[in-house]
């Protein structure tokens, strides 16, 4: 059993956004708990995306993940753990119809899926996510899940379906885990503070937390600091946004003291800028040395990933055993 469960879905490059909202946080819970990360690609194909780059896009977040410094022993790859797939079956007959038809995230997801694509097909897998996504959770039988609010449901749900199960094969089972909520710095784009940080969004409205010297301190150079102004003395979105950047790096002194010079309405937005990118690029140093160092290794490090996803599979199958016990299924070994 693990302590703490988290994963991700597999998206190319990893920003700040991505980096301080959630990734930083799984970093700091390894020293304390036992963690399973996953880099769940099964999640990634409930919607049409790119075949042909799915691949490589589970293996670059790996690589960005190893790079920021989750360790190894604790990553696996969803699609490397066939137990995920196998125990979702189960839990979708211990899922609630109607519960089902009021996740929000699908509704979002599948209302914005038809605007854009201007297809109304929407896939029964996008529907079953939420119980897939069960499945990942208490497979690992885990005290606590870290994610963010919009998980809640996903969260409540999972609790119900492992209520459920216990009440049915009459045992208790699966421990209910209880989410984690951390409040973490919410990153803004700089190119346009109104909206978060984040890929879909366009080229300009995130930073790549590998990203080189000269392309960090042109966008941070370029950051908007005067919409959302509300009134005179308060501080912009953009401002703000700025301020959280320089905090998230661990830049305390230089951030008291440019918040004092806010304060005093005699801050230079250049000085703020300079002062974050110089916080940020303190921080990337050592994630862009290691990155290179995985580049170099890459047969090594996929090797040691399908290792540890091997590792992490024990858990997966002891569970998988104890689940067809109690329910009736026939297993392999008595
Ligand atoms: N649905 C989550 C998200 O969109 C990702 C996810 C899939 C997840 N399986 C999980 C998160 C298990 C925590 C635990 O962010």
């Known amino acids: 059993m693990k302590d703490i469960l988290s994963a991700i879905q597999p998206t190319g490059d990893m920003h700040f956004g991505n980096y301080f909202g959630a990734v930083k946080n799984w970093v700091d819970l390894q020293d304390k708990y036992s963690c399973a990360f996953g880099v769940v690609d099964y999640h990634a194909i409930t919607m049409p995306t790119n075949y042909q780059k799915l691949r490589n896009n589970t293996w670059e977040l790996i690589f960005n993940l190893l790079a920021v410094g989750v360790n190894a022993e604790n990553l696996f790859i969803q699609s490397l753990i066939p137990e995920h797939t196998e125990l979702s079956w189960i839990l979708s007959c211990f899922s609630s119809y109607g519960q089902m038809t009021r996740m929000t995230q699908f509704k979002d997801k599948s209302a914005k899926s038809k605007e854009e694509t201007k297809d109304s097909f929407i896939s029964a897998g996008l529907f079953n996510y939420p119980i897939l996504q069960s499945a990942d959770i208490l497979l690992y039988r885990p005290k606590f899940v870290p994610v963010g609010k919009?998980?809640?449901?996903?969260?409540?749900?999972?609790?119900?379906?492992?209520?459920?199960?216990?009440?049915?094969?009459?045992?208790?089972?699966?421990?209910?885990?209880?989410?984690?909520?951390?409040?973490?710095?919410?990153?803004?784009?700089?190119?346009?503070?109104?909206?978060?940080?984040?890929?879909?969004?366009?080229?300009?409205?995130?930073?790549?937390?590998?990203?080189?010297?000269?392309?960090?301190?042109k966008q941070i150079r370029s950051a908007v600091t005067d919409t959302g102004r509300t009134n005179d003395g308060d501080m912009s979105q953009g401002v703000k946004n700025l301020f959280e950047l320089l905090k998230a790096s661990g830049q305390t002194e230089a951030?008291?003291?440019?918040?004092?010079?806010?304060?005093?309405?005699?801050?230079?937005?250049?000085?703020?800028?300079?002062?974050?990118?110089?916080?940020?690029?303190?921080?990337?140093?050592?994630?862009?040395?290691?990155?290179?160092?995985?580049?170099?290794?890459?047969?090594?490090?996929?090797?040691?990933?399908?290792?540890?996803?091997?590792?992490?599979?024990?858990?997966?199958?002891?569970?998988?055993?104890?689940?067809?016990?109690?329910?009736?299924?026939?297993?392999?070994?008595?």
Do not use: C
Request: glycine content about 2%; aromatic content about 8%; hydrophobic content about 35%.
């Open 255 to 334: 951030y008291k003291s440019l918040l004092q010079d806010f304060e005093n309405s005699s801050l230079k937005y250049v000085d703020l800028k300079d002062a974050v990118a110089d916080g940020l690029l303190k921080m990337t140093r050592a994630f862009i040395e290691k990155r290179k160092e995985i580049a170099a290794n890459k047969k090594n490090v996929k090797n040691q990933i399908k290792q540890s996803s091997w590792e992490i599979r024990k858990i997966a199958q002891e569970t998988i055993k104890n689940v067809k016990d109690l329910t009736g299924l026939i297993n392999v070994r008595f």
């Open 150 to 217: 919009d998980q809640e449901q996903h969260l409540e749900l999972t609790r119900n379906i492992a209520q459920r199960f216990n009440s049915l094969v009459g045992k208790e089972y699966f421990r209910l885990p209880e989410i984690l909520f951390t409040e973490t710095p919410k990153i803004r784009s700089t190119a346009n503070p109104e909206i978060k940080m984040s890929k879909s969004a366009g080229e300009k409205h995130y930073i790549s937390v590998f990203a080189e010297e000269s392309r960090l301190r």
